[in-house]
């Protein structure tokens, strides 16, 4: 048996500091749902083809499943845990949970961190461009609709009722 060499890391995940050993070939979403406990980043299908493991590194939509963990030392990474601050929703968060923009919510952490960032880009001037700009995130349940709605919301700015 090959003795697995460890590599010491560190990276800030939401506002808070970890330093880590981990094998090399480590995906960021492995180290975090197993290593860490943050298990609200989901894993679906570990291909990068799905978009529920986006994570927001350094302000930018990444793949964590993609990601080595050791490529990202230093980042600053932002999951779904903390989207949220002081005990107050993202604005994005209420808008998926008034335009019903989830069923069993398994994409639901990746559609928002996916979101947060298409929208941090400012490129998606249209409906169809949000569309388009989120088309890597997949919902098998059929929300794609009401999640476009929440985006739009927040993008416009005016409340939907």
């Not at 975090?32 to 299908?45: A, P, Q």
């Not at 929208?119 to 349940?141: F, I, P, T, Y």
Request: hydrophobic share 35%; glycine share 10%; aromatic share 4%.
């Amino acid at each position: 048996m090959m003795d697995q060499q460890l590599i010491s890391t560190s990276f800030t995940i939401n506002r808070k500091e970890y330093k880590v050993s981990v094998a090399p070939w480590s995906s960021l979403l492995d180290v975090m749902r197993e290593t860490l406990d943050l298990t609200g980043t989901k894993k679906g299908c570990d291909h990068g083809q799905c978009g529920a493991c986006t994570v927001l590194i350094n302000g930018k939509r990444v793949l964590s499943c993609l990601t080595l963990a050791v490529m990202k030392e230093g980042a600053e990474i932002t999951t779904i845990e903390g989207i949220a601050e002081d005990g107050k929703l993202h604005p994005l968060q209420q808008a998926f949970i008034d335009h019903d923009a989830f069923q069993c919510g398994y994409c639901t952490p990746g559609q928002i961190c996916s979101a947060i960032g298409m929208l941090q880009e400012g490129k998606a001037q249209s409906r169809a461009e949000v569309k388009e700009l989120m088309s890597g995130n997949l919902c098998r349940c059929g929300a794609n609709t009401n999640i476009i709605d929440a985006i739009m919301e927040i993008k416009e700015g005016a409340a939907h009722a």
